[in-house]
């Protein structure tokens, strides 16, 4: 696929991934909805195949191949729930999946990308040697790189996680998605804008890693430096295809504090007696932290996904 | 109701409380199917109101009262989800709960009592106390007693958890709940082995509070003596009631270990994304500890409740 997603395109991806993922329920809160003054629908990617939304983009990629493409296998280079997106589409198409991961990432990661089949090709912890090391794996296998987000597949699955929001609950006032790379963002926004063109579409971001709303607010791609933020799916700068449609369909991105993000992801495991990751915290905390924005609205959450370390929790224990 | 409660009651109940309480969902894993070797039935009441099953037997009670009985109020000693429950279904028929607390109970538990409105009387920590103090406030206000599970009205609004259950999953080989005071476990006894007579009734009881396997075994009520459990709702002897309808109806009460409890509650936490607390974890702990007993089966599993303190996690972090 060349062209940004249509509605089309991304209706056809959620029938192409309809077998093998998770329609996930969208819930209420009344104590959350008291406290905030609105009425919020949490889409549940939490529940998710691998925990988080990331499977929608990597299925739709995967089987978007022809036999002939996806013969070799397909490869990426990701520490996070891509990688474990990606190795779980592979499987489910029967074909391999190579992941390049830094040699220094998380033992939980790797045996989590291992668990879902991947071969794993260590390399040094720096983008050169990530590239260069997802190359010699392409050009030693010949497998097709499925990109974590800049990449109009990738972007169309994404969007399918909206497209069941906009179904079940109508007249939303605003849709609000984290964004890290940007494809939950921009393949909601398509998906949003086509199917309920007088919504509002708003991103939200850790403030420690706000390179998304300098973009947007530039006009054009401001890399992140070096972020660091509890919120670890959002560390990723945007890229050219995921930025043109924010532009675009997005009217803003919010930013909150560690702080908020923190207290938020606490709030939704206390009163929903549901496991969020904190990148699903941000969505919500940009309600909380501005009240005055979403009073009295209709208002579509998007919770990204719900791998935690429930060995180390970011809260005073 | 002097009498255990007929399925025409407990159905009576269910539309008594229908108005206020949440229809929790039945929950599927394929990951801890796998796990188990069987199909397993998650009745999600850490979703429900007050976060806990006890919401439906104490609205069933304060609904049952004549205007002139509720008009005094209701009381009841209990630091736990019973106490919590009664304030809220007090609340909802505009009318004050008295609630006997001994003056230790954790800050968390009476915020909680309080935030639901309660009238909280502080007691030493003693029975002789509770029972002293629970007589004084009924002397003093002529609120009506309602007793946390030797009760067939609260009985009876337990067993609306397994009714709904039933309604959704058809063909349980087995339905195990956990038993404390066996208000729960009873209920679901009276309401399975009407609606779905051949679908066996099982109890899981933590070993280091095995008082209702061993009643069970002895054929009389053998009261706990101090146990220690992290499934701190399930220190509680059986009632007479509840051991009355436990000795009838329930095949077995199989015991798990502290270890067992711990990592099945993160098993859940971690696979399913939602939270449980460690009582909850008891009703699928008995499957992963007995797994010839359940290979193949369809076995319902009743998770009790997710209030938990957040602060304090049972696994090391």
């Given at each position: 696929?060349?062209?940004?997603?249509?509605?089309?395109?991304?209706?056809?991806?959620?029938?192409?991934?309809?077998?093998?993922?998770?329609?996930?329920?969208?819930?209420?809160c009344?104590?959350?909805?008291?406290?905030c003054g609105a009425s919020l629908f949490f889409k549940c990617e939490?529940?998710?195949?691998?925990?988080?939304?990331?499977?929608?983009?990597?299925?739709?990629?995967?089987?978007?191949?022809?036999?002939?493409?996806?013969?070799?296998?397909?490869?990426?280079?990701?520490?996070?729930?891509?990688?474990a997106a990606l190795a779980q589409a592979a499987r489910w198409r029967g074909i391999r999946a190579h992941v390049v991961m830094p040699k220094n990432a998380p033992e939980v990661k790797k045996a989590a990308v291992a668990g879902y089949g991947a071969n794993i090709r260590y390399c040094e912890p720096t983008l050169q040697a990530?590239?260069?090391?997802?190359?010699?794996?392409?050009?030693?296998?010949?497998?097709?790189?499925?990109?974590?987000?800049?990449?109009?597949?990738?972007?169309?699955?994404?969007?399918?996680?909206?497209?069941?929001l906009c179904h079940e609950i109508a007249d939303l006032d605003s849709v609000i998605a984290p964004v890290g790379g940007g494809g939950l963002l921009s393949g909601t926004a398509l998906t949003v804008s086509a199917r309920s063109p007088n919504t509002q579409i708003i991103g939200g971001e850790p403030a420690n890693a706000d390179d998304a709303c300098r973009s947007l607010k530039a006009g054009k791609i401001i890399p992140a430096n070096n972020p660091t933020?509890?919120?670890?799916?959002?560390?990723?700068?945007?890229?050219?295809?995921?930025?043109?449609?924010?532009r675009q369909h997005v009217a803003d991105i919010l930013t909150v504090s560690e702080e908020d993000i923190i207290q938020t992801m606490r709030l939704i495991w206390e009163r929903m007696k549901i496991i969020v990751e904190p990148s699903s915290a941000?969505?919500?905390?940009?309600?909380?932290?501005h009240p005055?924005?979403?009073?009295?609205?209709r208002v579509g959450v998007i919770f990204s996904g719900g791998n935690v370390n429930l060995a180390s929790l970011p809260w005073k224990l």
């Open positions: 696929m060349n062209h940004p997603p249509t509605i089309t395109d991304i209706c056809e991806a959620a029938a192409r991934i309809e077998p093998y993922i998770h329609r996930t329920p969208v819930l209420t009344r104590a959350i909805d008291t406290l939490n529940f998710q195949k691998v925990g988080a939304f990331k499977i929608r983009g990597a299925t739709n990629a995967v089987f978007s191949l022809s036999d002939q493409e996806a013969a070799s296998g397909v490869a990426t280079h990701s520490s996070g729930n891509h990688a990530r590239e260069d090391t997802l190359a010699e794996v392409q050009s030693e296998t010949g497998a097709v790189f499925i990109p974590p987000f800049n990449d109009w597949r990738i972007i169309a699955g994404q969007g399918t996680a909206a497209l069941e933020t509890i919120a670890d799916g959002l560390l990723t700068s945007l890229g050219d295809l995921t930025f043109s449609v924010i941000v969505a919500l905390a940009v309600v909380m932290a005055e924005k979403f009073a009295g609205r």
